[in-house]
C-alpha cells in the first residue's frame, strides 16, 4: 500500500509559477514510477508528467517547457514545479505512484490538489 498527499496547489496569475508536492508513505517509494494527472471541470483526467523510477521524464506536449517534474527518493516526495501558467492550466491535480510486479499493476491515487490560473 502506498498513501500519496498532495500540497502546494492554490491560486496563481497567468504567468505565475506554482509548486506542489507529493509526499509517499506505505511502500518503497525509490521503486515506484510517480506521476501527475491533472483534470478540468467537465474534461477526462490526463498525464501531466511523469517520471519513472531509474529517473527517465515524459511530459504532456502542453506543458513541456514550462513544468519539472522530479523526485526525492530520501524525503518519499514528488514534486511538479509549474512555471509560466495558462488558465488552461487550471485543474485539479492528482499525484499517482505505479508499478507492476509479476505482471499485475499496483497504482495508487492522491487526493488532489487544486490549482487556479487566473488574474
Known amino acids: 500500500q502506498v498513501q500519496l498527499v498532495e500540497s502546494g496547489g492554490g491560486l496563481v496569475q497567468p504567468g505565475g509559477s506554482l509548486s506542489v508536492s507529493c509526499a509517499a508513505s506505505?511502500?518503497?517509494?525509490?521503486?515506484?514510477?510517480m506521476g501527475w494527472y491533472r483534470q478540468a471541470p467537465g474534461k477526462q483526467r490526463e498525464l501531466v508528467a511523469r517520471?519513472?523510477?531509474?529517473?527517465?521524464?515524459n511530459y504532456a506536449d502542453s506543458v513541456k517547457g514550462r513544468f519539472t517534474i522530479s523526485r526525492d527518493n530520501a524525503k518519499n516526495t514528488v514534486y511538479l514545479q509549474m512555471n509560466s501558467l495558462k488558465p488552461e492550466d487550471t485543474a485539479v491535480y492528482y499525484c499517482?505512484?505505479?508499478?507492476?510486479?509479476?505482471?499485475?499493476?499496483?497504482?495508487?491515487w492522491g487526493q488532489g490538489t487544486q490549482v487556479t490560473v487566473s488574474s
Open positions: 506505505g511502500s518503497i517509494f525509490s521503486s515506484y514510477a
Open positions: 517520471i519513472g523510477s531509474g529517473g527517465t521524464k
Open positions: 499517482h505512484a505505479g508499478r507492476t510486479i509479476w505482471g499485475k499493476e499496483y497504482a495508487y
